[in-house]
């Protein structure tokens, strides 16, 4: 299993922005699609962003598009989600996930994804 850390997490008030990071040094990390999912109390998990392996390609929920922006360096071995506009409602445990398929396009499906890291909270005030 491939080994997530997520960090970057924090308060921030409404219109604010963070950077959230997602990091690995697995050796097959930059063969496989990565995805952000946002989990909130009581509420299922949520997709926000996922990016192909090669960086060409990456999507967006459609609460978070045009406000989040998702990247990612193979050579740090790490995806980035900058968020900006926040909003109350961005408030959740923020999750990066493994696409289970190499050198594959990506999906807003959880289910073709692994979720080995702990998540990173993110709480935005009004």
């Known amino acids: 299993q491939m080994q997530l850390v997520e960090s970057g997490g924090g308060l921030v008030q409404t219109g604010g922005s963070l950077r959230l990071s997602c990091a690995s040094s697995d050796a097959t990390f930059s063969s496989h699609g990565i995805a952000w999912f946002r989990q909130a109390p009581g509420k299922e998990r949520q997709f926000v962003a996922a990016i192909t392996w090669s960086g060409v390609r990456s999507i967006y929920g459609d609460s978070v598009q045009g406000r989040f922006t998702i990247s990612r360096d193979n050579d740090k071995g790490t995806i980035y989600l900058q968020m900006s506009s926040l909003k109350p409602e961005d408030t959740a445990v923020y999750y990066c996930?493994?696409?289970?398929?190499?050198?594959?396009?990506?999906?807003?499906?959880?289910?073709?994804?692994?979720?080995w890291g702990q998540g990173t909270q993110v709480t935005v005030s009004s």
């Open positions: 996930g493994v696409d289970r398929s190499q050198f594959h396009t990506v999906t807003e499906w959880p289910g073709d994804y692994d979720f």
